[in-house]
């Protein structure tokens, strides 16, 4: 079982709105910063959403992050049936000796 | 643009020592700032963070994984690898290398994987 909890699976039709829960707790989340990853089948996962809600160059405005206490949320604005892939939240742990943690993955289906 | 590529064995027999090597070009290991890491997927399965590594030798582990895991890094040929010892099956993955971005603020830690390497599957059976 994975420390960040996430929806195994959500799913909505092309140019509506998705939101992905994480879930953590204080000792990751809680006091740290959170990332997000696309991961495309077959594919390496790709960076979407660093530092809570940054986006690296080249990734749409359609992604955005946001965090809030132990939580954060990936949102996806109009969606195409390119966005269907798995997402991934991850953040550092600082429980014992400091490390990174990911959540269980969400796969979203763009019907 | 910075690339990563893994290399090593696609076949490892349990019990032995899973070995691999992230070459890196377009950009220098060297660079302040920047961990360089390992993580794993399991066929099927989540993601998995192994390991990072700084250009000068400082890491994290995975406490999970920690007493198995050796990470270490070669300025000298722009390449940093990965040691799995005792494997069993439960260690068959695909295993990629990434480019940390990585610093400590008042916010909290801030660690994100932006380049990857495209993955290696490693088997783990006799």
């Known amino acids: 079982q994975s420390v960040l909890t996430q929806p195994p699976s959500v799913s909505a039709a092309p140019g509506q709105k998705v939101t992905i829960s994480c879930s953590g707790s204080?000792?990751?989340?809680?006091?740290?910063?959170v990332s997000w990853y696309q991961q495309l089948p077959g594919t390496a996962p790709k960076l979407l959403i660093y530092e809570n809600n940054k986006r690296p160059s080249g990734i749409p405005d359609r992604f955005s992050g946001s965090k809030s206490g132990t939580s954060a949320t990936l949102g996806i604005t109009g969606l195409q049936t390119g966005d269907e892939a798995d997402y991934y939240c991850?953040?550092?742990?600082?429980?014992?000796?400091?490390?990174?943690?990911f959540g269980g993955g969400t796969k979203l289906t763009v019907l | 643009q910075l690339q990563l590529q893994e290399s090593g064995p696609g076949l490892v027999k349990p019990s032995e020592t899973l070995s691999l090597t992230c070459t890196v070009s377009?950009?220098?290991?060297?660079?302040?700032?920047?961990?360089w890491g390992w993580i794993r997927q399991p066929p099927g399965k989540g993601l998995e963070w192994i390991g990072s590594i700084y250009y000068s030798g400082s890491t994290y582990y995975n406490p999970s994984l920690k007493s198995r895991v050796t990470i270490s890094v070669d300025t000298s040929k722009n390449q940093f690898s990965l040691k799995l010892s005792s494997v069993t099956a439960a260690d068959t993955a695909v295993y990629y290398c990434a480019h940390m971005g990585y610093m400590i603020t008042f916010g909290g830690r801030n660690g994100y994987f932006d380049y990857w390497g495209q993955g290696t599957l490693v088997t783990v059976s006799s």
């Open positions: 204080s000792s990751n989340i809680g006091n740290n910063y």
């Open positions: 991850g953040t550092w742990d600082s429980s014992l000796s400091a490390h990174v943690v």
């Open positions: 377009g950009g220098s290991i060297s660079s302040s700032s920047y961990y």
